[in-house]
């Protein structure tokens, strides 16, 4: 059985879907999405502002809301500007590397170059003071919290606060950048809107990017004979990346196979089963990113001619910044294969701490040794 009802973090029921076709079918299905009518008496997912509830409304509402999303973003985020700021996020990802090589070994890789590098190019492209990201990542953190709503929900309020002074000063002193081209395309009143959206880009744009780099140094580390492959053949870094989004972390996560949320919006029949208008339905991504009939042997890490992963989802919803994480994520990675001889873990796997309590998981810390060309 591919479908089965299964409790959330939170303590609800709701519906996993394990199998790939549905779930890639499911992606694309407009009926599933993330309102609700009751969203008070919606079952819970976690308990946390991210994901944690669904939002008021109906099919239509939503379906208006994320059009008129999908129409204000997607410039600022196409494969071809994306491409324009290589690069950029080429010259960003040495700069750490270079302030990296100048501390003492071991390094740690997380605070130095995973979590910079993502969070220097949102801002950038955001328009949001580089200055400011300690304080916006205690409230991004504190709002992904999984089991302390109290937490998260004043995160939330932190950083749609911050948002908010920050898209009154744009509309004074308006920049070259993502917010003010919001501001600017979107009527006078919508302030609250723009500082919400402009939070989740804040958000999206850097917790998911920092853990996937961690996880292809940890994945590169363990499997070194990868490692040496591409230090010869660079070119083949892209194949890398995709198997490090295809690939689960080797340190094991709370938030593994929660999957991916969303709430029925009319009655749905799958597999026989009826899921009944407002029920909440899982999208297993984890699992079908290992499914042995698309990724063969799929617990192993080779980087692979067809690798049709969901890790940034499918269908009207898939990712936005997906180009720009595959940007992120090439050019750090080649950055790496083509400057250092050896480099990796500096202590084993089961000694890194994951980040448990965090919705996007990932490790506190990752230390590094290296020996430089
Ligand atoms: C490796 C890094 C990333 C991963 C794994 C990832 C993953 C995902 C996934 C799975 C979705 C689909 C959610 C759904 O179906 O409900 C999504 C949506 C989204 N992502 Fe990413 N993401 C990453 C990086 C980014 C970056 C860098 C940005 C910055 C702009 C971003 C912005 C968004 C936005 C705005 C959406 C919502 C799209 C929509 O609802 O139409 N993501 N992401």
Known sequence: MTIK??????????????????????????????????????????DSAVLGRPRQGTEQQENERHTWMRRMLAPSFSARNMEKLRPRVRRLADDLLDDLVRQPQPADFHEAVSFKLPVLVICELLGVPYEDRETFRRWSEAMSTLNDPRKSQEGHAHLSAYMGELVDRKKKEPGDDVITRLIEGTP?????????????????????????????????????DQWDALSKNPS????????????????????????????????????????????????????????????????????????????????????????????????????????????????????????????VGGVAQLPVRWTAL
């Open 188 to 224: 006078s009143g919508q302030e609250e809107t723009i500082a919400q959206l402009s939070a989740g880009l804040l958000f999206a744009g850097h917790e998911t990017t920092v853990a996937v780099i961690d996880r292809g140094v940890m994945l590169l580390s363990l499997n070194p």
């Open 236 to 359: 083949a870094v892209p194949n890398a990346v995709e198997e490090i989004l295809r690939h689960r972390s080797p340190v094991s996560q709370r938030s593994d196979d929660i999957g991916m949320p969303r709430y029925a919006m009319a009655d749905i029949e799958i597999d026989g089963t009826t899921i009944p208008s407002g029920d909440l339905v899982l999208l297993g991504i984890d699992q079908a990113n290992r499914d042995e009939t698309r990724f063969p042997e799929p617990t192993q890490f080779v980087p692979r001619e067809s690798n049709p992963h969901l890790t940034f989802g499918h269908g009207p919803r898939f990712c936005l910044g997906a180009p720009l994480a595959r940007v992120e994520l090439t050019e750090v990675f080649t950055a790496l294969v083509t400057r250092f001889e050896t480099f990796g873990l500096a202590v084993d796997v089961a000694q890194l701490t994951p980040r448990t309590e965090q919705l």
């Open 5 to 46: 009802r299964v409790p959330t973090p939170a303590g609800d029921q709701a519906w996993l879907i394990t199998d790939y076709d549905q779930i890639k079918t499911l992606l694309a299905d407009r009926r599933l999405g993330r309102s609700h009518v009751d969203p008070d008496n919606a079952p819970r997912f976690i």
